[in-house]
């Protein structure tokens, strides 16, 4: 049997009984309805993640309004994020949110602990002040 079909058998026996809860239970008892309803939902996700790839990669047209109207032109956009949640979702070992925590102390270069020996850090901050202040004139 289709889908459609299984739809049809299962609303003639809702109809009377007419609930959500009523079709939950029938879903339960008709494995042949639940095998069918998960294949739809497979299909469905499907479905949407196409949707989700089209908008990303190709895009999709905006219409344009000036003052309240519809002007008859459109901008084309993309959904990046979209295209960024399907990018984690593909190739997580890439694309992960990534974060670093630390136990204890982080270990320093040999540059920072040469610095950190012959520094205090009142001093690295005032320096850290100076090299900015000379980054901003250079800019202007």
């Known amino acids: 049997m289709r889908i459609a079909e299984f739809e049809k058998r299962i609303e003639e026996q809702i109809r009377p009984f007419a609930g959500w809860p009523v079709w939950r239970k029938l879903v339960r008892k ?14 469905a ?3 949407l993640e196409d949707e989700a790839v089209r908008r ?4 999709y047209d905006e219409p344009v309004f000036y003052q309240g ?9 993309y959904s990046e994020g979209l295209l960024m949640m399907l990018l984690k ?20 270069s040999h540059q920072a602990r040469m610095l950190k020996e012959a520094f205090t850090l009142e001093e690295l901050q005032e320096m850290q002040k100076r090299l900015d202040a000379l980054d901003k004139k250079s800019i202007q």
């Not at 008709?30 to 299909?43: C, I, K, N, P, T």
């Not at 990303?56 to 895009?59: L, S, T």
């Open 56 to 59: 990303a990669k190709e895009g």
């Open 89 to 108: 979702g593909w190739r997580p070992e890439r694309y992960r949110d990534r974060t670093v925590t630390h136990k204890g102390e982080v270990p320093l």
């Open 30 to 43: 008709d494995s042949l309805y639940r095998a069918a309803f998960d294949e739809a939902v497979v299909v």
């Open 69 to 77: 109207q519809p002007t008859g032109y459109t901008i084309r956009r």
């Open 45 to 47: 996700a499907q479905a």
